[in-house]
C-alpha cells in the first residue's frame, strides 16, 4: 500500500491553539502535513534544536506542497528568537504568500488579532491583494470550506519553480499600476515596542557569506529586515538603523534578482533598490562604500528596468523600460566611476536589446579589458560571457563558442554558479547555432539542474525544462536498455 501524499500545509503551531489543529488535520489526515504529527524532533525546545534548522525544514515542506493552509486564531505565533521577533508563523506565512501560487487564508472566530498579527495582515493585503478573507467563520463553516478546498486541489505535487514568472506578474496585475517609485514593502512596517537588535541582524548578514540556496538568503533577509521594520527607515529618529537596512535591502536585492522577482512587487528587487536609494539620499556620500554598493545604485535600478522590459509583451512597453534603464545608466555611468565595469556591463545589455550590436560589444570589450588588467578571474569569466553574446548578435556563430567556453570554464573555476549559469545558456544557443543540437541540449539540460538546485529561477527559461525533459528520457531509455 503506498504512502500517503502529504501535499497540503497547515500553518505552523502555537500554544493555545493545538486541539484546533487537531480538527483541521481530521479533515484530511493523509494529504495534510503537521509539523508536530510529521516531524516531533524538530522542537525549539529540544537542545541542539536551531531555528533556522526548524524554519528550514518548514520551507521545504511548503516547497513540497500543493496547498498552503493558514488558520489564523488571532495569535502571532512562536517567535524566533524571543518575544518582539518575527514569528515562525510569520516567517511561514511569508515564503507561502510570496512564492506558492495557491496560499489560502481563514479567519476562526471570534477573531481579534493581536498588534503583531494585525500589522503581518495588513502588508499581506499588499503584497496578495485579496487573500486575506474580511469575514472570520465559525468552527462549522470553516470546515466545511476547507472541504471544499482540499476537493478544489488536484492530489498531486506542484513544481515549485514552474510558475514564478507568471506568478510574479500575476501579483503585480492584481495590485494594479504603482508606477515605477515603489518602495520596500509600500513601506509598511512592524509596529512593536522593541528596537531591533543590531548584533542578531549582523549574524544574519554575516551568515549569508557561504549560502548559496537563493531562498535561503531571502529567507533570513526576510527576518532581518522585518526585525529592522520596527525601526522605519524614512523616519529621522531612526537614523543609527540605516546601514544596516541598507545591508540587508542590498542583500535581498541581490537575491531576488537571482530568483526571479522582477517587475512591480512590493517584495521585488525594484522595490529594494528604490528604498536603498532613499536610504542613501539620507546617509549622504561621505560613509565608506561597501563591495555590494552597486545593488542600490542606479545602475542596479536600470539593470531591474531591462530586466523588466524582458516581461513586456508590447513592443511600446518594452521600449519604455529600456529607456528608463538607459536614463538610469547614464546617470550612474558619469557619477560613480568606481563601479564603471559593472555599469558598463549593464550598459552593454541594453543597447545590445536596443539592436546597438556594435556600441554594446564596444562596453563589452571594454570590460574584459578592465577585468584582465585587475587579474578578476570570475570577472573575466563573466565579460567573456558577454562578449560571446554580441558576437552572437553580430553573426560571428564560431567567436561565440570559444569566448563561451572560456568564460564558462573561468565562471566554473572561481567558484561563480550564477554567471556559469548564465553562460550555459548562451552557449546553448551558440551550439545550436554552430550546428551541434544534442551538444545544445545537454547543456542546457544541465544549467536547468543549477539553477534549480540553488533557486535560481529568474535563470529558467521554458526551452531549459523542454531540455531537461527530453536529456531526462533519454537517459531514462538508456539505463533501461542496459537492463
Given at each position: 500500500?503506498?504512502?500517503?501524499v ?8 502555537f500554544l493555545?491553539f ?5 480538527r ?15 516531524r516531533p524532533d524538530?522542537?525549539?525546545?529540544k ?18 506542497s ?10 502571532y505565533g ?9 514569528s ?6 511569508y515564503q507561502?504568500a510570496?512564492?506558492?501560487a ?5 479567519l ?7 498588534e503583531?498579527?494585525?500589522g503581518l ?8 491583494p485579496g ?6 467563520l465559525g ?9 471544499r478546498t482540499?476537493a478544489?486541489v488536484?492530489?498531486r ?11 510574479v ?7 494594479g499600476?504603482?508606477g ?7 513601506r509598511?512596517f512592524?509596529?512593536v515596542?522593541?528596537r531591533?537588535?543590531?548584533?542578531r ?12 540556496s537563493?531562498e535561503?538568503?531571502?529567507t533570513?533577509?526576510?527576518i ?5 521594520s520596527?525601526a522605519?527607515?524614512n523616519?529621522p529618529?531612526n537614523?543609527?538603523?540605516?546601514p ?5 535591502l542590498?542583500?535581498w ?12 512587487l512590493?517584495?521585488?528587487?525594484l522595490s ?5 536609494l532613499?536610504?542613501r539620499?539620507?546617509?549622504?556620500s561621505s560613509?565608506?562604500?561597501t563591495?555590494d554598493?552597486i545593488q ?9 528596468y531591462?530586466?523588466?522590459?524582458k ?8 521600449f519604455?523600460?529600456?529607456s528608463?534603464a538607459e536614463?538610469d545608466?547614464?546617470?550612474?555611468i ?9 555599469y558598463?556591463a549593464?550598459r ?10 556594435y556600441?554594446a ?8 579589458r578592465?577585468?584582465?588588467i585587475?587579474?578578476n ?8 560571457g558577454d562578449?560571446g553574446?554580441?558576437q552572437?548578435a553580430?553573426?560571428?556563430h ?14 566554473r573555476?572561481?567558484?561563480?554558479p550564477g554567471?556559469?549559469?548564465?553562460i550555459?545558456k ?9 550546428w ?5 541540449l545537454?547543456?542546457?539540460?544541465d544549467?536547468?539542474?543549477?539553477a ?7 535563470q529558467?527559461e521554458p526551452?531549459?525544462?523542454?531540455a531537461h ?8 531509455m ?6
Open positions: 500500500m503506498s504512502e500517503p502529504r501535499d497540503v500545509f497547515l500553518s505552523s503551531a493555545g493545538m486541539e484546533e489543529r487537531k483541521i488535520l481530521e479533515v484530511d489526515p493523509d494529504r495534510i502535513w503537521i509539523s508536530e504529527a510529521e524538530l522542537d525549539s525546545r537542545e541542539g534544536i536551531s531555528s533556522f534548522q526548524i524554519l528550514d525544514e518548514m520551507v521545504t515542506q511548503i516547497r513540497k500543493r496547498l498552503f493552509v493558514c488558520v489564523l486564531g488571532g495569535q512562536s517567535s524566533l528568537f524571543d518575544t518582539e521577533s518575527v515562525f508563523l510569520e516567517a511561514e506565512i507561502a510570496l512564492f506558492n495557491d496560499v489560502r487564508f481563514f476562526l472566530e471570534p477573531f481579534s488579532p493581536d503583531r498579527l494585525a495582515l495588513d502588508l499581506l493585503r499588499i503584497l496578495r487573500s486575506v478573507p474580511v469575514r472570520a468552527w462549522s463553516e470553516l470546515l466545511d470550506n476547507l472541504k482540499l478544489e488536484p492530489r505535487r506542484r513544481r515549485w519553480n514552474v510558475p514564478i514568472r507568471g506568478f506578474g500575476a501579483l503585480a496585475r492584481a495590485r499600476d504603482t515605477t517609485d515603489l518602495e520596500f514593502m509600500d509598511t512592524r509596529r515596542n522593541a531591533p537588535d543590531r548584533d541582524i549582523r549574524s544574519l548578514l554575516d551568515g549569508l557569506g557561504s549560502e548559496m537563493m535561503r538568503r531571502l533570513r533577509m526576510w532581518a529586515l522585518r526585525e529592522l520596527s522605519p527607515y523616519e529618529e537614523s543609527e538603523y540605516l544596516l537596512w541598507e545591508a540587508a542590498g542583500a536585492s541581490g537575491a531576488a534578482a537571482w530568483y526571479g522577482l522582477h517587475g512591480h512590493y517584495a521585488g528587487r529594494a533598490v528604490n528604498s536603498i532613499a536610504i539620499a539620507r546617509l549622504g560613509r565608506e562604500r563591495t554598493f542600490g545604485s542606479k545602475g542596479a535600478r536600470a539593470s531591474e531591462f530586466s523588466i522590459s516581461l513586456m509583451t508590447s513592443r511600446s512597453q518594452r519604455h523600460y529600456l528608463l536614463q545608466i547614464d546617470d550612474a558619469s557619477s560613480e566611476l568606481a563601479q564603471l565595469t559593472g558598463l549593464i552593454g545589455h541594453i543597447r545590445l536589446a536596443l539592436r546597438r550590436r556600441a560589444m564596444d562596453d563589452f570589450r571594454e570590460v574584459l578592465l577585468k584582465r585587475s587579474n578571474e570570475a570577472g573575466v569569466g563573466e565579460a567573456l562578449v553574446l554580441a552572437m553580430l553573426g560571428d564560431r567567436r561565440a563558442l570559444s569566448s563561451l567556453n572560456e568564460g564558462l570554464e573561468l565562471a573555476r572561481s567558484g561563480e554567471f556559469a549559469i548564465r550555459q548562451r552557449l546553448a544557443m551558440a551550439l545550436m547555432r554552430n551541434q543540437p544534442l551538444q545544445s545537454r547543456v542546457l539540460s544549467a536547468y539542474e543549477r534549480d538546485a540553488l533557486q535560481m529561477y529568474g529558467i526551452p531549459m525544462r523542454l525533459q527530453i536529456c531526462s528520457g533519454v537517459r531514462s538508456q539505463k533501461f536498455a542496459r537492463l
